[in-house]
C-alpha cells in the first residue's frame, strides 16, 4: 500500500472521548490527506496538509483537527467524538495536488 | 459535495464478458482519474488520463475522456472474478484536492 499505514485499524469508543488516529507514510511524499466513506455519501474529505505544519478544510471538517509535525505523520482528532462521526477513515497522500493518490488500509472508528 | 458521478451505480456481468462505466463532471478540469476499491480495502488508483488526451489504455482497462460532454468512460475487457470491486473517478476540479463520486459497484458472476 505504498508506504501508507493507518493506527488504529479499529476503535470503538464512546460519544463525548476524544479519539486520535495516525496515518504514517514512508514515501516522503508533500500532501496528506484524510477522508471519511460512508454509505450513500461516498468518499469526502475531512482536511488536508500541503506541507509540514501547513494543513486546510476539507468539505466535513466541522468536528475534527489535524496536525502535521513532521513529513511522515499526519495525525486526525475527534475532540469530542460524537455518533455521526462513526464510519471508515481513510488516509492518502501524493506527491502533487493534482497526481495520483495512494491510499491507506483504513480505520474503522464506531462512536456507541 | 460530490462532483464526479458514476453510472451506474451498480453492475452485475457474466465473468468473460466487458464491463463499461461513465464519470460525469461539472467544471473544467487537468486531470480525471480512476481508482478501484476491494471490500474492506483502500481506494488503489488505476489510471490518470489528462484533459488533453482522449484515450488511454492500460492491460484490460481502457479510459476515454470527453471534455467537450464533460465525461468519462472506464471500459473492463475480458471481466474476471478478481475485477469485483468498486470503482471511483476523481477530478481535479478544486484546487488542491480531489473530488470523487460515490463509486460504481461492479459485480463479476462466474
Known amino acids: 500500500d505504498a508506504g501508507i499505514t493507518q493506527s488504529p485499524r479499529h476503535k470503538v469508543t464512546e460519544t463525548g472521548t476524544p479519539v486520535t488516529l495516525r496515518c504514517h507514510q514512508t514515501e516522503n511524499h508533500r500532501y496528506m490527506y484524510w477522508y471519511r466513506q460512508d454509505p450513500g455519501h461516498g468518499l469526502r474529505l475531512i482536511h488536508y496538509s500541503y506541507g509540514v505544519k501547513d494543513t486546510d478544510k476539507g468539505e466535513v471538517s466541522d468536528g475534527y483537527s489535524v496536525s502535521r509535525s513532521k513529513t511522515e505523520d499526519f495525525l486526525l482528532t475527534l475532540e469530542s467524538a460524537t455518533s455521526s462521526q462513526t464510519s471508515v477513515y481513510f488516509c492518502?497522500?501524493?506527491?502533487?495536488?493534482?497526481?495520483?493518490?495512494?491510499f491507506g488500509p483504513g480505520t474503522r472508528l464506531t462512536v456507541l | 459535495s460530490q462532483q464526479g458521478e458514476e453510472d451506474p451505480q451498480a453492475l452485475s456481468i457474466q465473468e468473460g464478458e466487458n464491463a463499461t462505466m461513465n464519470c460525469s463532471y461539472k467544471t473544467s478540469i487537468n486531470n480525471l482519474q480512476w481508482y478501484r476499491q476491494n471490500s474492506g480495502r483502500g481506494l488503489v488508483h488505476l489510471i490518470l488520463?489528462?484533459?488533453?488526451?482522449r484515450e488511454k489504455h492500460s492491460g484490460r482497462l481502457r479510459v476515454t475522456l470527453d471534455t467537450s460532454k464533460k465525461s468519462s468512460s472506464l471500459l473492463i475487457t475480458a471481466s474476471r472474478a478478481a475485477d469485483t470491486a468498486s470503482y471511483f473517478c476523481?477530478?481535479?476540479?478544486?484546487?488542491?484536492?480531489?473530488?470523487f463520486g460515490q463509486g460504481t459497484r461492479l459485480t463479476i458472476n462466474p
Open positions: 488520463i489528462r484533459s488533453n488526451e
Open positions: 476523481a477530478t481535479d476540479e478544486r484546487a488542491q484536492k480531489l473530488v
Open positions: 492518502a497522500i501524493s506527491e502533487s495536488d493534482r497526481s495520483s493518490q495512494y
